[in-house]
């Protein structure tokens, strides 16, 4: 395993990272045992990077159960911000919510202190002075060793360094951005961005959510494609797509799920990319594929299909800045217009 550098923390890390969402058991795989043990496996074959959440269900508590007795040798990420619940106050990026989330998550995952500790998604409601000055006590209090973003855009990472800089406070050192074959937008901004301030860059979805793993085609019947988080399985561009990049990865002699894997660990601003395996079968697909190099022709042709810097189609789950989803943000009061 060749490790790479997480930006300037000075930290190491593994080209395919963990990611354990499928850990969860009312989501993903309902047996804590037998996720220790992918989880051990992974450990084993080289991978160190292991990225969970508190809003993944119960993930938390099965990774530290997991990580007891190996703790030292795993770089550890989890993350802070995605609603628990109703009460408005437990998510966000509030001084108030990360100092209580941050003991919630040491005491789950049973352990001293969080490698990278990441906003799971931008809260616009706080102040970012307020989110880095509580992240910065954080690291001070040795809680946390550095701190990073996930989805965050461009222009408020930026706010971010520059407000850092002004306050003599601690800097995001992460971004946790969707990238894959069918989602390449963060190439315009995102990742030119994390490279100028030297940001490791921990890219999740880099299977599409399932779409690039072969067995999501057109006109099979899917059943994930009626549930809530998975409409992206019948968007039509997403499947075109689908349909393009198949016989390229056979004659490239490729399965789906290795051509998709190495070309996100191919661009120089990303560290790595997270795999989330939910059974041991799908961990050891993958992990035969690490060591895969794209050519210069295969990257050609996968530009040919998906142009870079675009994304094809709807990418559930994604960010969507308040002035898109909140049409209040986009228009004056009817008083302040005239009727039509």
Known sequence: MQYRPLGRTGIKVSPYGLGTLMFATQVGNPDPADSARIIHKALDAGINLVDTADAYGDSEEVVGHALKGRREN??????????????????????????????????RLQTDYIDVYQLHRPDPDTD?????????????????????????????????????????????????????????????????????YGMGVLAWGPLGQGMLTGRVRRGQENPLAR?????????????NAVEQLIPLAEEAGLSMPHLAMAFAITHPGVTSALLGARTMEQLDDLLTGVDITLS????????????????????????????IHKPELRRRPATWRSAV
């Not at 210069?296 to 189609?313: A, F, M, N, S």
């Open 74 to 107: 795993v770089v550890l990420t989890t993350k802070v911000g995605n609603p628990l619940g109703a009460d408005p106050n437990q998510q966000g990026a509030s001084r108030r919510w990360i100092t209580t989330a941050i003991e919630n998550s040491l005491r």
């Open 128 to 196: 970012i002075e307020e989110t880095l000055s509580a992240l910065t006590d954080l690291v001070r209090a040795g809680k946390i060793r550095t701190f990073g973003t996930s989805t965050m855009p461009a222009s408020s990472l930026v706010e971010a360094h520059w407000v850092a800089e002004r306050r003599g406070l601690e800097r995001f050192r992460t971004e946790q951005p969707p990238y894959s074959i069918l989602n390449r937008g963060i190439e315009r901004e995102i990742l030119p961005v994390a490279q100028q």
């Open 227 to 239: 549930a809530k988080f998975f409409k992206a399985y019948s968007d039509e561009a997403r499947l």
């Open 296 to 323: 210069d022709d295969v990257l050609d042709r996968i530009d040919e299909i998906i142009p870079p810097g675009t994304d094809t189609g709807t990418l559930d789950q994604a960010f969507v800045p308040p002035a």
